[in-house]
């Protein structure tokens, strides 16, 4: 399986001017960069090629890439309209995205635990997101509201009756034809001049004019993550969600060595 993901923007609500900060992929969390830990964890899932639409500051990301010997694994497309709506993005990489088989699309500016990425390749459903019931309400949140077990309405504001609403995460895992689907969407809008519209207004009409339980969910509520949109999330990120993904993976490391000494003790035993 493949990723494809988004990693062009300026990241201007970061608060400084476009000299004094990297592309939000090359912000660094405890040594590491996002891309990173965005490598780390897909190499350890068994994804097969990651492929980064980057336009702001490429140079840096190549560079970024070179050094982390990562070269046999991620590819980079560029957006020269950067500047514009993530949609153009999304349209930069369409070739990746309908490329015959499954594939995950994330947004790059995620710190993450592992589980996350875990939860979406072993899902049962061939098209899915994720969700987060534990979020704070607010304009910036892209909801992902649920009535009946079915997705409703998918935006930053609500305009459906549901039984409970969370946060998307920005990773989704996307059938063959759903990415197709989700393509051809994305040239309609540019076709009308919407260049500004954020990338998951597409998804958002694919998904809601689907037949019904053609794209499902998986709830992550409790796991650890954070998006960086502003200065406050880059501290939130450092003092909270990294020491939280550090002890997940502390229990996860004493599960598998739990597991893997009472495998020996029944093999022992035989």
Same mark, same amino acid.
């Given at each position: 399986?493949?990723v494809?993901? &988004?990693?062009?923007?300026v990241?201007?609500?970061l608060g400084n001017?476009?000299?004094?900060h990297p592309?939000?992929i090359l912000?660094? $969390?405890?040594?590491?960069?996002?891309? *990173?830990?965005?490598i780390?964890? !897909?190499?350890?899932?068994?994804?097969?090629e990651?492929? &980064?639409?980057?336009?702001?500051?490429?140079?840096?990301i190549?560079?970024?890439?070179?050094?982390l010997? %990562?070269?046999?694994?991620?590819?980079? @497309?560029?957006?020269?309209?950067?500047q514009?709506?993530?949609i153009?993005?999304?349209?930069a990489?369409?070739?990746?995205?309908?490329?015959?088989?499954?594939?995950?699309?994330m947004?790059?500016? @995620?710190?993450?635990?592992?589980?996350l990425?875990?939860? !979406?390749?072993?899902?049962t459903?061939?098209n899915?997101? &994720?969700?987060?019931?534990?979020?704070?309400p607010?304009?910036?949140?892209?909801k992902?509201c649920?009535?009946?077990?079915q997705?409703?309405e $998918?935006?930053?504001?609500?305009?459906?009756?549901?039984?409970?609403?969370g946060?998307?995460?920005?990773? $989704?895992k996307?059938? %063959?034809?759903?990415?197709a689907?989700i393509?051809v969407?994305t040239? !309609?809008? &540019?076709s *009308?001049g919407r260049?500004l519209?954020?990338y998951?207004?597409?998804?958002?009409?694919v998904?809601?004019?689907?037949?019904?339980?053609? $794209?499902?969910?998986e709830?992550?509520?409790?796991?650890?993550?954070i998006?960086?949109?502003?200065?406050?999330?880059i501290e939130?990120?450092?003092?909270?969600?990294?020491?939280?993904?550090?002890?997940? *993976?502390d229990?996860?490391?004493?599960?598998?060595?739990?597991?893997?000494?009472m495998?020996?003790?029944e093999?022992q035993?035989?």
């Amino acid at each position: 399986m493949k990723v494809v993901m &988004l990693a062009a923007g300026v990241g201007a609500r970061l608060g400084n001017t476009v000299k004094k900060h990297p592309p939000k992929i090359l912000l660094r $969390f405890g040594g590491k960069s996002l891309l *990173q830990y965005h490598i780390e964890i !897909l190499r350890r899932h068994g994804i097969g090629e990651l492929v &980064l639409g980057v336009g702001y500051h490429h140079r840096d990301i190549e560079c970024e890439i070179a050094a982390l010997g %990562a070269r046999d694994f991620v590819r980079t @497309v560029f957006n020269k309209d950067y500047q514009e709506g993530n949609i153009v993005t999304l349209w930069a990489l369409r070739d990746e995205l309908c490329c015959g088989g499954p594939v995950l699309l994330m947004d790059a500016d @995620v710190l993450y635990c592992g589980e996350l990425v875990e939860r !979406l390749v072993n899902s049962t459903h061939r098209n899915c997101l &994720l969700i987060d019931r534990g979020f704070d309400p607010g304009d910036e949140p892209v909801k992902v509201c649920v009535r009946d077990g079915q997705i409703v309405e $998918f935006r930053k504001w609500l305009s459906a009756d549901y039984d409970f609403c969370g946060e998307s995460v920005g990773f $989704f895992k996307l059938s %063959a034809g759903m990415a197709a689907k989700i393509i051809v969407q994305t040239d !309609l809008y &540019l076709s *009308q001049g919407r260049r500004l519209e954020p990338y998951e207004e597409t998804i958002r009409d694919v998904l809601l004019t689907s037949p019904r339980g053609a $794209f499902a969910f998986e709830d992550i509520t409790g796991m650890p993550w954070i998006e960086i949109d502003f200065a406050v999330d880059i501290e939130r990120a450092n003092a909270e969600v990294l020491p939280r993904i550090a002890a997940a *993976q502390d229990i996860r490391r004493a599960a598998m060595m739990i597991k893997r000494d009472m495998e020996r003790g029944e093999t022992q035993r035989l």
